[in-house]
């Protein structure tokens, strides 16, 4: 990787904390993955805005929040993560009963807000690791409910530094899906005898990046005594079927319609299944856990090879869940972002084709 740092990264202005080379392990829940050139965790909303004018167009920026739901791969991240756990965490009430949530606020902590000032709707967020920003991205939810459901609008910036409103209908929203709407018109453009000349009328993707910083959610009136009672049942259930004394992202595959992919990962003798430190647990078979010492590279064959068993012998393709970003060596300068289908992952990671171990008593979770 190229070290050398844009000036403009030192601006005087700017009350945020700049750090360099930093272990990711210590900022995703797998507790593994390589280091990323910079991290700046801004001061607040304003800071944020100063840092994101002053950035250089081409600086590649990733937004991580309790990095619940990311693999950052061993050869590390090129340019910079925004760090948003610990820096946006306004929580409050509005005059007529919206709370509003910026992106670093932890779900817990959401839960526990609406549940002490009588709401009801917000318990499932307590037992979701994530922040509100990761939240959003992901869509994530639980037990029958999603975060967007919540949702009246949501604030986000670009990388101008310039903020927007937006409300729900501005986004395609689906399972552990959300995707611009306008992001989509551009790439149904592409490859269109029309694409080039209206390519130059639209927005570049990557220039018109946005990234979340706040949400207004609506939930209903109700008994706050009763809202705690279920948030401690929901973490008692998801603490006897999830594997949480060992470092994880939850669900590592989304459920294909209709099916579970814990079962069928269960069903393929996967479970209890190892490469290196990465272990498909034996307690809940659609979480990868690290024993010890795992590296992202472990963890990644080990998604491939359940991909690739389940594929053969079910013939069901199961899509990650987890988002996987980074260089698979360090200096590679192959960089990859987001899901990679089965065949892209065999040619850009060495796949282990050792003996699968099997565990066919283990029961099956189906809370998510
Ligand atoms: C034990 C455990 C249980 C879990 N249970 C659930 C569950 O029940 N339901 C569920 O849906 N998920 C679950 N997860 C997964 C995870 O907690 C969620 O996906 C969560 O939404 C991720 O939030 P985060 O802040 O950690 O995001 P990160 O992991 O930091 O980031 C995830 C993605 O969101 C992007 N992102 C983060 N912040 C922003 C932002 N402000 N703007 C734009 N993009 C952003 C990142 O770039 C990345 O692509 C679980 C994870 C664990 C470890």
């Not at 593994?32 to 001061?43: I, S």
């Not at 294909?256 to 190892?274: D, F, M, N, T, Y």
């Amino acid at each position: 990787m190229n070290m050398s740092e844009p000036e403009q990264f030192i601006a005087e202005e700017l009350r945020g904390e700049m750090r360099y080379d930093v272990p990711m392990c210590k900022h995703t829940s797998w507790r593994a993955g390589g280091t990323v050139q910079r991290m700046y965790q801004p001061a607040d909303l304003d800071d944020l805005l100063a840092f994101m004018r002053q950035l250089p167009a081409d600086e590649p920026l990733v937004a991580v929040g309790l990095g619940s739901n990311l693999l950052v791969r061993d050869g590390g991240l090129r340019g910079t993560v925004l760090l948003l756990h610990g820096a946006l965490s306004g929580l409050c009430m509005e005059e007529d009963g919206r709370v509003y949530a910026e992106a670093g606020v932890p779900g817990a902590k959401l839960a526990r807000f609406a549940a002490l000032h009588n709401l009801r709707g917000a318990e499932f967020f307590a037992g979701i690791p994530g922040t509100v920003g990761g939240m959003l991205a992901m869509n994530a939810g639980c037990y029958g409910s999603e975060i967007w459901q919540k949702v009246l609008r949501v604030q986000t910036v670009n990388r101008r530094g310039e903020l927007h409103l937006r409300t729900p209908d501005q986004y395609e929203i689906g399972y552990r899906s959300v995707k611009r709407i306008w992001d989509l018109g551009f790439r149904s453009l592409e490859g269109t005898s029309q694409a080039d000349s209206a390519k130059s009328k639209i927005q570049d993707p990557k220039s018109s990046e946005e990234f979340f910083v706040a949400a207004w959610l609506k939930f209903e009136q109700g008994d706050g005594a009763a809202a705690r009672q279920e948030i401690r049942e929901l973490l008692s259930k998801r603490s006897a079927s999830q594997p949480l004394n060992l470092p994880n992202a939850g669900s590592v595959f989304r459920n294909p319609p209709g099916e579970h992919a814990a079962r069928l990962i269960q069903q393929c003798g996967l479970k209890g299944r190892c490469i290196g430190g990465a272990q498909v647990s034996e307690k809940h078979a659609n979480f990868i856990v690290n024993t010890g010492g795992a590296t992202a590279a472990d963890i990644e064959n080990l998604i491939n090879e359940v991909r690739e068993t389940v594929l053969r012998q079910t013939g069901i393709e199961l899509h990650p869940e987890v988002r996987i970003v980074g260089e698979l060596e360090v200096g590679s300068g192959k960089s990859e972002v987001g899901e990679v289908s089965p065949t892209e992952a065999r040619s850009a990671v060495p796949f282990s084709t050792e003996a699968r171990s099997a565990d066919p008593l283990a029961s099956q979770d189906k809370t998510r």
